[in-house]
């Protein structure tokens, strides 16, 4: 049987190679990717350039002057609600439940009640349509200070989605495209009923982990209907008492949970910060456990691809040496960089074009470039198989739906090209040529923006609370749908908007935006940055490559 490698263009495999590359993704059409490795010059393989450009330090201190200003206030009401003065029933301790057991600590109480309840009317915001480029969102008001919210009946339509992680453009509204997801509900219908060890196991379940497998280039793979529960329930599967694990300080809660549910022994290093990796691994091979001084029975490093909060991508090349050097396991989450990164959508291991031997563990989740839901665990067969006897989630949860494992195949197969067009491909490109268009102008215009330049997970610093609920109430109105993040998702003082970038966002679309945000900056005082320019300018031609048919 030929090999799909057999199947390419010559010149092709070299290309690909000197674009750094082992060898051609399988699946992957070849004229698109020509631009991709010609002389070496990737757009996809250039430098890693983050940006984490530090406040004013009069922005600081006005940010900690309004959080304490905020505070003063906070106790102020909470002394007259004590004593009846101020009528807000939903902000004092019901008289049944004075003696419980706080359910929070102290100061997120507070901060809740006195600070988050001003702004909140800019979270938890409904929609009513497909969370596309466009998308609807339901209007709703509070009579009493965003304690309750009721909804006006009006319908804000057309609002441009710049905060859904619908990066390849894929959730969308039901067309044509989507007729093999109408007939698997057709014929599987909605639920399977029943765990993967009893009688949820189908052979659309079989089919979308061969194509894992085979995207990933991994010899197997899992797939789960949760993508939360892809971290939190098997992460205790493969470590335990007597295991350290090693957690990047700003790893998602699904890996926090994970670890902790585990009973490993757990370390924290510095974000991205090498030194502080290999100072935990090295104490970890001369001192051992702690009292007994044994040997660690397996030392788990667990690694984001894109960290969702700072737009920040790991630097996998490094840990993955000093995974080798000290013998550690490496456990990645793809959530956010499978599908959004690498010139045929394969994550950081394309992205760096590392061998996918090197790392241990592949995780990631089908509800950011997919457009559905669910998440996989991927690597050696062994390691799957494990999974598949042992993993709390195959054994007690129910097992992914079949319309959405169609989805998942349907798109997976879209991005590999196996529906014999370049559709994909396009899309992935485009979404990297709108991530660099839309940091570079914000960079530009002066905002201070976090992260990696091909990182389509945009965040702005707004800092002072004030601002963040102006800018997103305003944007709101400008027919801008965005997510701001504050405290305890941040550190206090550094909420920020943030931002992003779909393939399915047209330049006419990302321009209005950008109008929006040069006004709004101005208006708030929020373009805090003292670089303007790109410090590399070379990257963001209007067009850095040209699409093949």
């Known amino acids: 049987m030929l090999s799909a490698h057999s199947k390419r263009e010559p010149g092709l495999q070299a290309a690909y190679e000197q674009a750094g590359h082992r060898q051609l993704p399988i699946g992957c059409p070849g004229p698109l990717l020509r631009t991709a490795g010609q002389n070496g010059n990737s757009n996809f393989y250039k430098p890693v350039v983050e940006s984490f450009e530090e406040a004013p330090l009069h922005v600081m201190v006005f940010t900690y002057l309004g959080y304490g200003i905020g505070t003063l206030f906070g106790y102020l009401r909470d002394f007259l609600r004590n004593w009846g003065i101020e009528k807000c029933n939903a902000a004092i301790e019901r008289e049944e439940q004075k003696d419980f057991v706080p359910l929070y600590q102290s100061f997120e109480n507070f901060y809740t009640r006195n600070l988050y309840m001003r702004i909140r009317d800019n979270w938890n915001r409904p929609i009513c349509s497909a969370p596309g480029a466009l998308f609807d969102v339901m209007e709703r ?21 710049m905060g859904s992680y619908n990066f390849l453009g894929l959730a969308a509204k039901y067309d044509e495209s989507m007729k093999t997801v109408k007939d698997a509900l057709e014929t599987y219908g909605l639920g399977v009923g029943s765990t993967r060890h009893e009688m949820g196991t189908l052979d659309k379940h079989k089919e979308l982990e061969d194509l894992v497998a085979k995207f990933l280039n991994v010899e197997a793979a899992m797939v789960f209907g949760m993508g939360f529960a892809t971290n939190s329930m098997n992460i205790p599967a493969l470590v335990g008492k007597g295991c350290l694990i090693l957690s990047d300080e700003l790893n998602h809660a699904s890996l926090v949970l994970g670890a902790r549910l585990s009973g490993a022994t757990i370390r924290i290093f510095k974000h991205n910060n090498m030194q502080s990796l290999e100072k935990l691994l090295r104490d ?11 040997a660690w029975k397996k030392i788990l490093i667990l690694v984001e691809g894109i960290y969702s909060m700072e737009g920040s991508i790991v630097r996998l090349p490094q840990i993955v040496a000093l995974k080798k050097k000290y013998k550690a396991y490496l ?10 990164l690498g010139p045929t959508g394969r994550g950081v291991m394309e992205f760096f074009a590392m061998d996918p031997r090197d790392i241990d563990v592949f995780m990631g989740t089908f509800t950011k470039s997919f457009g559905a839901s669910g998440g996989y665990i991927a690597g050696r067969k062994d390691l799957v198989d494990y999974l598949r006897a042992h993993s709390h989630s195959a054994a007690y949860a129910t097992s992914m739906s079949p319309p959405i494992a169609e989805q998942i195949i349907r798109a997976m197969k879209l991005i590999m090209g196996l529906d014999g067009t370049t559709q994909g491909l396009q899309r992935v490109q485009q979404l990297a040529e709108n991530t660099r268009y839309f940091r ?12 990696n330049e091909e990182s389509p997970v945009v965040p702005l610093l707004l800092y002072m609370p004030a601002k963040v609920a102006a800018f997103a109430r305003h944007l709101l109105k400008r027919k801008i749908g965005v997510v701001v993040v ?3 998702a941040t550190p206090l003082a550094e909420a920020r908007a943030r931002f992003c970038v779909s393939a399915a966002h047209t330049r006419e679309m990302l321009d209005a935006v950008l109008e929006a945000l040069d006004e709004m900056g101005d208006l708030l005082h929020v373009k805090y940055s003292r670089n303007r320019k790109s410090a590399r300018p070379e990257l963001y031609d209007e067009t850095s490559f040209e699409l093949e048919d």
């Not at 970890?284 to 009292?291: E, H, K, L, S, T």
């Open 440 to 451: 570079q102008r914000l960079s530009e215009m002066g905002f201070i923006i976090y992260g």
């Open 141 to 161: 008001v509070s009579d009493d200070y965003n304690w309750t919210f009721r909804f006006t009946g009006r319908i804000i339509k057309d609002v441009i989605n």
């Open 284 to 294: 970890a091979v001369i001192y051992g456990q702690p009292r007994t001084r044994r």
């Open 331 to 340: 456990y990645v989450d793809e959530a956010h960089s499978i599908g959004s």
């Open 486 to 488: 504050g405290f305890p």
